[in-house]
């Protein structure tokens, strides 16, 4: 395994729409359900898996847009060092891996706005 980063979120109760007996909350890695701490990709302080390094860069960032983590969960997340390329194993059978790389460490801030 190897270390991917942290992030504070916030966990959510099963909504009723999952549809799934017996589960009470969700612990989910991406924010459509149980949301990140805050909307963190412009202060470009990720790693290139999409988390963070150490607690303390998200909580310079929640002070900076005054968002209190108290009611938040700290996770922390590893991850298997090869990845399933569907892609790469298509009509080679199953076996097809990849390096789990992350993308490039801190990527340039864009305009969007001034890009359309």
């Known amino acids: 395994m190897i270390p991917v980063g942290y992030m504070f979120k916030t966990v959510s109760p099963c909504p009723d729409w999952l ?16 949301e990140y701490f805050t909307d963190y990709i412009d202060f470009w302080k990720h790693n290139g898996y999409w988390r ?8 310079d960032i ?9 009611q938040m969960t700290l996770f922390y997340y590893e991850a298997f060092d090869e990845e399933f390329d569907g892609d790469a194993a298509a009509g080679r059978g199953l076996s097809q891996k990849n390096l789990f790389r992350p993308m490039s460490r801190r990527q340039p801030k864009r305009d969007w706005k001034a890009m359309t």
């Open 19 to 34: 549809k799934a007996a017996g589960v009470a909350d969700i612990y989910s890695l991406s924010g459509c359900v149980s």
């Open 52 to 59: 963070f390094d150490s607690p303390a860069i998200m909580r």
């Open 62 to 70: 929640a002070a900076k847009v005054g968002l209190d983590l108290s």
